[in-house]
């Protein structure tokens, strides 16, 4: 399952940097589990698991990520 930048969590906004992550590239994570900051020009935020399993970063801390953009998988 692809981890995606929803219009939800950003808000007005159309981008984010990604602050850190809160988990470790190929770690198991529960659905739900708070797996990234991103911080927009409004908000910081936390980032939530969509379903549990594997999971592996498709960008790094500081990175600027865009609305709909895969960040991470989950297999």
């Known amino acids: 399952m692809d981890v995606i930048l929803t219009k939800e969590l950003l808000g ?6 990604l602050g850190e992550w809160l988990v470790e590239d190929g770690s198991t994570v529960t659905e ?18 969509p379903a549990a399993g594997v999971i ?9 990520v865009e609305l709909d953009e895969v960040i991470a998988t989950i297999a």
């Open 12 to 17: 007005d906004d159309e981008e984010a940097d």
């Open 32 to 49: 739900g589990q708070a797996i990234a900051s991103l911080e927009t020009s409004k908000l910081v935020s936390e980032l939530v698991a």
């Open 56 to 64: 592996t970063f498709k960008k790094e801390e500081g990175d600027l």
